[in-house]
Nanobody, 126 residues
Framework: QVQLVESGGRLVQAGGSLRLSCAAS????????MGWFRQAPGKEREFVAA????????YYAGSVKGRFTISRDNAKNMVYLQMNSLKPEDTAVYYC???????????????????WGQGTQVTVSS
C-alpha cells in the first residue's frame, strides 16, 4: 500500500510559479508510476502529468505542456510538480496519484490509479 500527502498549494498571482510536493509512504515507491490530477469547482478531475516508474518518462496534458514539469526523487519517496507561468484557469485542487499497473495509453485515466492523496489547493489570481 501507498499513502500520499500533497503540499505546496497556495494563492499565487497569474504568471507566477509554484512547486507542489507529494510525499509517499512505502518501500516500493520506485515501482509506482506517479501522476498529478486536478479538479476545479464544478468540473471533472482531469489529468495533468505523469512520470513512468522505470524510465522517468514524462507525460503531460496539452493545457500544461511547456509550463509544468513533473519529477521524482525515489531516494526521498517524493514526486514534484513544478508549475510556471500560472494562469487563473490552473486554479484547482491538485491530487497526487500512484499506480503499480501503468499502461502508457491510459496514464491520463483516473481509473488507472490505485492510490490518491487528499489534495492541495492552488488558486491563481488574475
Amino acid at each position: 500500500q501507498v499513502q500520499l500527502v500533497e503540499s505546496g498549494g497556495r494563492l499565487v498571482q497569474a504568471g507566477g510559479s509554484l512547486r507542489l510536493s507529494c510525499a509517499a509512504s512505502g518501500r516500493t515507491f520506485s515501482s509506482y508510476t506517479m501522476g498529478w490530477f486536478r479538479q476545479a469547482p464544478g468540473k471533472e478531475r482531469e489529468f495533468v502529468a505523469a512520470i513512468w516508474w522505470s524510465t522517468d518518462s514524462t507525460y503531460y496534458a496539452g493545457s500544461v505542456k511547456g509550463r509544468f514539469t513533473i519529477s521524482r526523487d525515489n531516494a526521498k519517496n517524493m514526486v514534484y510538480l513544478q508549475m510556471n507561468s500560472l494562469k487563473p484557469e490552473d486554479t484547482a485542487v491538485y491530487y497526487c496519484a500512484a499506480t503499480s499497473r501503468p499502461s502508457p495509453a491510459y496514464l491520463n485515466t483516473k481509473t488507472m490509479y490505485d492510490y490518491w492523496g487528499q489534495g492541495t489547493q492552488v488558486t491563481v489570481s488574475s
